[in-house]
């Protein structure tokens, strides 16, 4: 039996009357995928964000890797080995492919200021070995060809990857990727497929997705939790998932 | 879209209540504790702490015919701040743009009037009716600076980030101020006040065991003002035109799917902050004079919408009081121990810790960042 | 045809990551450098290097600093002038209470007094942001100035309330005050431009350019990456209040030889710096130097050149039009090429790249 990364226990989160999460408990397995679905406004990204320590849930607690944290900031989250991407891509439009995926790397970065008022010495062979890892990551995603292009003038789907290839910099242990499918059409869907299942037998990244295309989730995820109006509705393994009543009646807006 | 269901009813409050309730609190304990430093006197005369917290209060309550002097200078200053805030308030609400050159307007609007003036007067028209003739020339003129400031400069930079809008606006100041200076030169110019027939001279009032002088222009001032509020205030809730400001200000893209034009309404709020402007130049001008030294004084404008957030017409006008009158008595009652002149800061400084402690200003709406 | 890299391979990552990978490219350095070191004093004029050259590269050193906190940190700060006052007024005091240190390493030391205080006046940074902290910088600014004017000590309790350039020597060469030659002045400026530039690049390219820039990009992104806000920006302001802070004490002691703080420091100069940040483009170093050199240079060609063409135009005039022009440049730049005179610079070397073809 896999031990338990991630718990989000009783979480509810409010902003002033508006609830976006209401009583929320599932638990995210080391090494599994992890999908979390629902219809719009379930507060599905408000519960990455609660992950990430972006937001604070009123009530509940999240625990990771055993540790229960009240109220964690998104640093520290980062620290912990909690990576993310955006349901808006959110790159540093100025920079190029590289230098996105080269801040992910930030946290492994420990050369002070002082080395770099020099560069050549001790900090040109840090940036040298971290540039090695990012490369592997280039290699790995098929993005080598757009290394030094500014983000900004990338089209949607690579600029997902690159989203992607941030995250993975950061060696997580925890991935949460928002919609990393969107807007993708069906060639590029399958690519972004196999790079997160590659990402998740490679290098053994537990994951947690939001998405919307049901066929993906059911293909990728080993178990699925669904939410609905901010509340759970239904958690488990896609095919029991799938055949809830709950769930049919929510995607299909029946009102309950 | 699904709405999530309400847990708590949310309070039927106007929204400035609590902000003002808690300023009025954390104020409340701070005079508290003055009174107890005191009254028990543990900061003895002579002491820096007597000197800060004790003797200037003792001064306000020993004489309080200065007291009310310095507050009505302060109210005064602070609405002409406001005034300028308005104009700055009118733009941001209608086209989101922080027209940092609204300061330099005022000085532009101030110089035209009086070069407009002084031109005819070298013809032989003066008197009241060519000061009445060049004011609407002026007018004209800031009409004229609207439109081509919407042409050229706003609806290029129409789907640019906040701060580009901004830092375009230092141009257009830097700008206008070259421009100034060529047509009208860089001396100093006197307010055409005898022929707007703006009141001169002063009223002293024998009040609380001595005498408060309140200059006539300065009450004609602060009736003036108080009346183009009220108007922007009516103008914005009754007409049409208000109406569309009001929802051009809420959403671009609702207006204009109505049908409103956003260049027309543009071209109305820049212009009817250039009257703002005029206005607030001919009075400033009145006090003192007319140069380009005003353009520091118009930058005090904005330590008022940091208080006074950018889109409230109140928030301008509660902002302005608050830093015109905490200005003056600053400088009179505390200044002397820090060696005079603090009022060349003491408005940014105030704003800076209100921000550090309510980063939207008084009035602004809390940000909730979404990603 | 001259600027192809068809043939420049890069066999190492040490190669490729290098300030200037393009051999052109570093052939155009050792060139400028070459013109700067060796050809300017050998044919430019005392009134060149005084009127054109040594304002040139004190504003660059400005422009760099504050290129650091608006260009790569995304940072508006209208506290420019207060800061190279700073510095100005450190390197005075410590020439009058250390007379026997070493004035260029008073000037280097003076930056770290301006950091500081820059540090200072950043802290709201975390807490506020855009337009909010201009106003914050503000603050700074007047307060600051208001220090110079009003705290005695920092002008030594002298009548004029202005500071003072003794004479000092390097090796026996004059390089401050009255008997210092602009060629003297020239080349110690141009010395330390160099260095800190040099300085300036490595920091740039290095982990914390990019962590500044993706402060700027998307600050919630940069945290969920682990860069902690505050000793970022603090960083950034101190950086940026360091260059800033030399630039000011290069202004008074190589190039003014003393004088009233009041115009050098006021808010007039940092809208100046800003323009040339903004018109040399944010966020690159060649930017700041473009940028500098047409603001501190226009009005020179305006006051000088124009009238030498056979043009009269008054002094006044010349300051005018200046605005004028510069105000209009601001606009235009900021429409149509926000990235300012470095990007048309790029493009023309893109340009340059397929020459004669035409792509």
Redesign the interface.
């Known amino acids: 039996m896999s031990d338990i990364l991630l718990s989000v226990d009783n979480v509810s989160l409010?902003?002033?009357?508006?609830?976006?999460i209401s009583d929320v408990s599932f638990d995210v397995r080391k090494g599994e995928i992890r999908a979390i679905i629902g219809?719009?406004?379930a507060?599905k990204t408000s519960m990455l964000?609660c992950i990430n320590g972006?937001y604070h849930p009123q009530e509940g607690s999240i625990t990771f890797k055993g540790v229960k944290r009240p109220r964690v900031k998104p640093h520290e989250a980062a620290v912990g080995g909690i990576a993310r991407t955006?349901?808006?891509v959110?790159l540093f439009k100025g920079m190029t492919t590289l230098d996105n995926i080269m801040v992910g790397r930030t946290l492994k970065m420990h050369k002070s200021f002082f080395w770099h008022l020099f560069r050549h010495g001790p900090a040109m062979t840090e940036e040298i070995e971290h540039r090695k890892y990012v490369e592997e990551i280039i290699d790995f995603l098929e993005i080598e060809a757009i290394r030094k292009v500014p983000v900004g003038k990338l089209p949607y789907g690579l600029q997902k990857r690159v989203e992607l290839g941030r995250a993975l910099a950061m060696q997580p242990d925890l991935l949460l990727l928002d919609e990393p499918m969107a807007g993708m059409n069906l060639e590029e869907k399958e690519d972004m497929c196999r790079f997160i299942i590659d990402v998740n037998k490679q290098y053994g990244t537990t994951i947690a997705l939001i998405e919307h295309d049901m066929g993906v989730v059911m293909d990728l995820s080993d178990r699925v939790v669904v939410l609905e109006?901010?509340r759970k509705i239904a958690d488990g393994i896609p095919e029991v998932v799938k055949a809830d009543q709950n769930v049919i009646d929510a995607y299909l807006g029946v009102a309950h | 879209?699904?709405?999530?269901?309400?847990?708590?009813?949310?309070p039927a409050l106007p929204f400035w209540v609590m902000p003002v309730l808690k300023t009025v609190a954390v104020m409340g304990v701070i005079a508290a504790v003055i009174v107890v430093l005191v009254t028990s006197g543990i900061a003895p005369k002579g002491s820096w702490g007597h000197k800060i917290l004790a003797a200037p209060f003792i001064e306000m309550r020993e004489m309080p015919d200065l007291l009310v002097q310095t507050l009505w200078e302060g109210v005064v200053a602070g609405i002409l701040y406001a005034l300028i805030a308005l104009g700055f308030v009118l733009i941001f609400k209608a086209s989101g743009v922080?027209n940092f050159a609204q300061g330099i307007m005022v000085v532009f609007a101030a110089l035209t009037l009086v070069g407009l003036y002084d031109t005819f007067a070298r013809y032989g028209f003066s008197g009241t009716l060519a000061a009445y003739v060049a004011l609407a020339l002026t007018l004209g003129v800031m009409l004229m600076l609207a439109v081509s400031v919407e042409r050229?400069?706003l609806r290029?930079?129409v789907n640019?980030p906040?701060?580009?809008l901004?830092?375009?606006t230092?141009?257009?100041?830097?700008?206008?101020?070259?421009?100034g200076?060529?047509i009208f030169g860089?001396s100093s110019k006197i307010m055409i006040s005898d022929q707007l027939g703006l009141p001169k001279g002063a009223i002293d009032l024998a009040i609380l065991g001595g005498r408060v002088t309140l200059q006539k222009i300065d009450i004609a001032a602060a009736v003036i003002a108080t009346l183009m509020i009220i108007a922007l205030a009516v103008f914005f809730q009754k007409t049409r035109i208000g109406r569309a400001l009001r929802a051009v200000a809420d959403s671009h893209k609702a207006a204009l799917s109505v049908g409103i034009s956003l260049n027309q309404i543009w071209i109305i709020v820049w212009f009817a902050a250039g009257v703002v402007a005029l206005v607030t130049g001919i009075m400033w001008g009145a006090r003192s004079d007319v140069s380009f030294g005003l353009e520091?004084i118009a930058?005090k404008a904005?330590?008022v919408l940091?208080l006074g957030g950018?889109t409230s017409v109140p928030g301008a006008i509660i902002g302005g009081l608050i830093i015109g009158v905490g200005e003056k008595l600053g400088e009179f009652y505390w200044g002397p121990l820090?060696?005079?002149?603090?009022e060349?800061?003491l408005a940014?400084?105030i704003?800076?810790g209100f921000?550090?402690f309510r980063?939207q200003?008084l009035f602004g709406d809390k940000i909730?960042?979404r990603? | 045809m001259f600027y192809r890299e068809a043939g420049q391979f890069k066999t190492d990552y040490a190669a490729d990551m290098a300030v200037f990978p393009i051999r052109q490219d570093r052939i155009g350095i050792a060139l400028i450098l070459l013109m700067a070191f060796v050809g300017i004093p050998m044919f430019a004029s005392d009134f060149i290097l005084n009127s054109v050259m040594i304002p040139f590269l004190v504003f660059s050193l400005a422009a760099i600093g504050l290129n650091i906190l608006t260009g790569y940190t995304?940072l508006?700060s209208l506290g420019t002038g207060a800061f190279m006052g700073v510095g100005a007024y450190a390197c005075y005091k410590m020439t009058t209470i250390f007379p026997g240190l070493n004035i260029i390493v008073c000037i280097l030391l003076s930056g770290f007094f301006a950091a500081a205080v820059g540090a200072l006046f950043g802290l709201?940074s975390l807490?506020?942001?855009?337009?909010?902290l201009?106003?914050?910088t503000?603050?700074a600014q007047?307060?600051l100035?208001?220090c110079f004017?009003?705290i005695p000590w920092l002008y030594n309790y002298n009548q004029s309330g202005a500071i003072e350039v003794a004479q000092r020597e390097v090796f026996g060469v004059i390089i401050t005050g009255a008997r210092a030659t602009p060629e003297v002045r020239y080349y110690v400026l141009l010395s330390i431009v160099v260095l800190l530039t040099w300085i300036a690049s490595n920091i740039i390219h290095g982990r914390f350019g990019r962590m500044w820039m993706a402060v700027r990009d998307m600050d919630?992104?940069a945290e969920l990456m682990g860069i902690r806000m505050l000793p970022a920006k603090l960083l950034s302001f101190a950086v940026s209040s360091y260059y800033c802070g030399v630039a000011g004490a290069c202004m008074m002691f190589l190039w003014y030889g003393g004088g009233e703080a009041n115009d050098a420091f006021s808010?007039n100069q940092s809208?100046n710096v800003?323009?040339m940040v903004?018109i040399g483009g944010l966020g690159s170093l060649i930017g700041a130097f473009f940028g500098a050199a047409f603001i501190s240079g226009f009005p020179t060609f305006l006051k000088f050149g124009v009238p030498a063409l056979g043009i009269p135009l008054g002094g006044?005039?010349a300051?005018?039009?200046?605005?004028?022009?510069?105000?209009?440049?601001?606009?235009f730049f900021?429409?149509v090429e926000?990235h300012g005179l470095a990007r048309l610079w790029q493009i023309g070397k893109q340009k340059l790249r397929t020459w004669p073809f035409p792509y």
Not at chain 2, 1 to 10: D, I, K, N, V, Y
Not at chain 2, 338 to 342: S, Y
Not at chain 3, 320 to 326: A, F, G, K, N, P
């Open positions: 409010r902003f002033g009357g508006v609830r976006a219809p719009n406004g507060g964000n972006f955006f349901q808006n959110a109006y901010g | 879209m699904s709405t999530a269901e309400l847990a708590t009813p949310s922080f050229f400069v290029p930079l640019q906040d701060i580009i901004f830092m375009a230092f141009g257009l100041a830097r700008l206008l101020i070259g421009v200076e060529t860089g520091t930058l904005l330590p940091i950018f820090l060696g005079g002149a603090i060349t800061w940014y400084v704003a800076l921000l550090v980063p200003g909730i960042e990603i | 995304g508006i709201p807490r506020i942001k855009g337009f909010y201009a106003v914050a503000l603050a007047f307060f100035q208001w004017v009003r919630i992104a808010i809208f800003l323009f903004i006044a005039t300051e005018h039009v200046t605005q004028i022009v510069v105000g209009g440049l601001i606009i900021l429409i926000p």
